[in-house]
């Protein structure tokens, strides 16, 4: 995973390998992430793609 984590470091990603993507709004860009180790059950993150 050399080169991923190389992407990882030069573009300032939160790298996160153990959440699960449980929804996508493709005409919005967004996905919804649900976090392995969340405080809330319904804890939930979005990633807005550039």
């Known amino acids: 995973m050399p ?3 190389e992407y990882v ?3 300032g ?3 996160r390998l153990e959440s699960k ?3 996508v709004y493709g005409p ?3 996905a919804i992430f649900e ?3 969340a ?3 319904w ?3 979005s990633a807005i793609s550039p």
């Open 28 to 30: 919005a860009k967004i």
């Open 35 to 37: 976090e392995k180790d």
């Open 9 to 11: 470091k030069r573009y």
């Open 43 to 45: 804890c939930a993150r």
């Open 3 to 5: 080169a991923l984590m």
């Open 13 to 15: 990603i939160d790298l």
């Open 39 to 41: 405080k809330a059950p």
């Open 21 to 23: 993507l449980v929804a």
